[in-house]
């Protein structure tokens, strides 16, 4: 037995059917019992994975039975047979849970420009389907791997009209980790009873304040999405408008996902710190996004936070050639809770102090502009060796 | 005696002045006799370094007889105390070279939010005023140096309405180095007749397709500016409007401009490799330059380049989230001249073929969008293990 707990009437599964050289698990299986609604957000790369352009159409107007997501191969850029094999596998998984192609949700991440070994699929869709669980949501956070080092999950349960209801989440990051998705999936699978209009209104809502907030070296991929099923079996009032029982679920599903966002962060390719950039006092949002992403962005920040050095100069650099338009002669820029910068001028700030909050794990870094009352907060890790190391021979 | 040939009417110096902690060159002179005409192009982050800001105000209608660069120290985010060193910088340069502070132009370069060692900077001008030469550019060069490992000049002689004429440029890059100048400081000197309107349009069209064509790590700094000193002493037509030798002139800038942004990429912080991002046929010249920039500024094709992968997936990738439209079905990816990608479709290449291309000094990536006839070319450098050695630990 492994695994957080699952929400009632789902059921997950890992296996390894040899998509990844090394063995390891890459293929994994969620189905809902009953059906359920759905709803996604999806990576705005203009070049789509096949997969994800099968889940794109397919969640539109059917309930979902069943989720299948491979790694190790990307099921993108191989032109016509990639839609083929992503009907195919859908239909497979169809077959095994008694419901129509369209029923069945998508999901690859891995390499591009290699066709899927559908045969391998096909024969570990058959053996997962008699290990499907509902204690073992491990195996299939872990089969949806690429680099990351640890399987991330969360679950959270909850009241909605006097009834339990449960929210789990697994996503997997690592590399490529970015505001607009990134190489990046995250399955939500709740028993909440609601509809798939609020569903979508809470998914693109919530991703934007999470995985959407956060960096690890600024490219995005092809294949990214974020998806929530909720099948009703906790019995709630179902949520169909926005009232108090939607506050409380948009509220816990914020809560997972900054959880798995940060998590994913910190387990960035070759990451050894979580930096918060935290912008405030802007003028309006997009200034203060502008500001936090370039900073989150930056390779020269990255490389001092890892070399533990307090290079403030870096930070309002990066904040200087972000696009916003801000005074540079009245922001204080604070690392930990030292100020090191003020009204635009370095401080003659106790180095031993930088050090102390340097070597930490988790590093926040506050700019305010002293403009206005707007905010924004960014997560992002530190650039290393082994980030070059990792991304250096990745394909081969 | 060192250095190429400079222009009549020039001489430079470059000392060690202390800035620098080991005692590396880090002052360096320029003056012009008889005054020269001068343009600049600046840093577009709205930060902006207190010599740069000389600089820009200084440049504007004054003859410009000296030029003071130092490095080590950026003079930035430092208050009104920047502001007034600058001009006492300026002050000491005009007491020597005899002629008003506003005939001073200044750069400094290095770190940012320390005060500039003003004393240092006079002991130095005054060493260095004895040592001004014709034939010792490369001290300048060096002395305007921060983690460069080598100086970086050139020079080219030509003929304008039968006179011949010198063009000699220096630069100094090397991580930071990106469009909109970067940490950056280009000096080119010539003793051509011109006028200060004609040489404000040759450098601003010279750097656009030149400088702000290169790409190290995407950052961009608070203190860079390229500018042209043109003295006349060449004793040509004056040019005063676009006309053959104007054109001629601007040919052999934009020529001296590129070559020198080639070495600055070369030699980017911890690079192994020059890397030109080719994209064709596009539809207009912006959706060119969006898709070779993005691919330019992906840290993964750095390290997959560094790694000597053909990991084509990663260009393809960094196209569809650069913001251009196009159809990613008709894109065709060379590297060299091997084919990798086909309309869209990862082809099986031969990856022997593809290691020899990638194993090479300088490697070209041509994307083929097949939409139009515009253009754009950039040119990068990999990512290396050293470019996170060097940015770690460059302010302690």
Request: charge should be negative; aromatic fraction near 6%; charged fraction near 25%.
């Amino acid at each position: 037995m492994s695994g957080l707990m699952l929400p009632k009437g789902f059921k997950t599964a890992g296996v390894a059917c040899g998509i990844k050289k090394d063995g390891k698990k890459d293929l994994a299986l969620i189905v809902s019992e009953p059906a359920s609604e759905a709803a996604g957000v999806y990576t705005k790369n203009i070049v789509k994975g096949h997969s994800l352009k099968w889940t794109m159409n397919s969640i539109k107007g059917n309930k979902i039975k069943a989720v299948v997501i491979n790694s190790g191969n990307a099921n993108a850029c191989v032109g016509a047979r990639g839609d083929s094999d992503a009907e195919r596998i859908a239909e497979i998984a169809a077959e095994l849970a008694g419901c129509s192609k369209n029923q069945v949700l998508l999901g690859s991440t891995g390499v591009i420009g290699f066709p899927l070994p559908v045969e391998n699929i096909e024969h570990g869709l058959h053996e997962a389907w008699p290990q499907l669980s509902t204690d073992r949501s491990t195996d299939a956070a872990s089969a949806i791997m690429t680099t990351d080092t640890y399987p991330k999950e969360v679950s959270f349960s909850f009241s909605l009209s006097g009834k339990n209801v449960t929210l789990y989440g697994m996503a997997k990051g690592s590399g490529m980790i970015h505001p607009n998705m990134a190489t990046m999936i995250g399955v939500f699978l709740t028993d909440a009873a609601i509809s798939s209009e609020m569903l979508q209104k809470a998914i693109t809502e919530t991703v934007n304040r999470s995985f959407n907030r956060i960096s690890v070296d600024g490219d995005t991929s092809v294949c990214d999405m974020v998806i929530i099923l909720a099948n009703g079996e906790a019995g709630n009032e179902k949520i169909t408008k926005v009232c108090d029982d939607y506050n409380t679920f948009a509220d816990v599903f914020g809560k997972a996902a900054v959880t798995l966002s940060k998590m994913l962060v910190k387990d960035g390719e070759g990451a050894t710190k979580l930096i918060e950039i935290h912008v405030k006092n802007a003028p309006d949002n997009e200034t203060a996004h502008k500001i936090s992403s370039s900073i989150a962005k930056s390779p020269l920040v990255k490389t001092a936070m890892f070399g533990q050095d307090a290079n403030w100069g870096r930070i309002i650099t990066a904040a200087g050639y972000s696009g916003a338009e801000f005074n540079p002669d009245s922001v204080d820029i604070l690392i930990g809770d030292l100020l090191v910068c003020k009204d635009g001028i370095g401080l003659n700030f106790d180095e031993d102090k930088a050090l102390e909050i340097l070597k930490k794990d988790e590093i926040r870094i506050t700019v305010d502009l002293k403009m206005g009352d707007a905010e924004d907060t960014m997560w992002t890790c530190d650039f290393s060796y082994d980030y070059v190391k990792i991304n250096g021979s990745y394909r081969t």
